[in-house]
């Protein structure tokens, strides 16, 4: 069975999108949450919320691969996942519902490696994420959600423990990025000469 191709009703540099539309709500949104995880840190609600914006990230994948990606897109999704992943991390340190050490090695990682893809992105060259890599994220979110989850609150070494292995896929998976990067560009010169 072959995956549908794309709607082409949107062309690579259009700006209003479905996808688009979800993840800037996912932008305006995120303050909301990181404002509910300060004041209580582990609540059905925040939970409940917080599950709903990480889903949102599969249903903007989803209206992207059907109605065409997009360059604003490309950079919109990814500052939503950082802005949504990144702000609860924090905001669970502030509650000390985590410790900064991994949410640290985490956010330094996610940085330069964005710093990273922006740059090979202005020589034509683009990096797509592997599977690792969406793992990746779905761990971080399972790491927050753990720690969100009443239901886990007098246990953290569970949301702890998953946010350790986050940061292992983080690691490992910005080490990937960094191959593939040098791997494209040998390549991209190699074609060029």
Known sequence: MTAPLPDDRYGPSALITPANGVSIIRL?????????????????FAVSFWIALAVTDAVDGNLARRFGTTRSGAFLDPLADKVLVLGALFAL?????????????????????????TRLGRTGLAVPARTLAKAKTVVQELAVGAALLPLTVDHRLIANSLLWVAVTLTLVTGAQYLLDGRTAATSMSAAEA
Not at 28 to 44: A, D, F, G, K, T
């Open 93 to 117: 340190v502030a509650a000390n519902r985590f410790w900064v050490l991994p949410v640290a090695l985490i956010t330094v990682r996610e940085v330069a490696i964005s710093l990273y893809r």
């Open 28 to 44: 305006i949104v995120s303050p909301v949450l990181l404002l509910m995880i300060l004041r209580e840190p582990s609540s059905w």
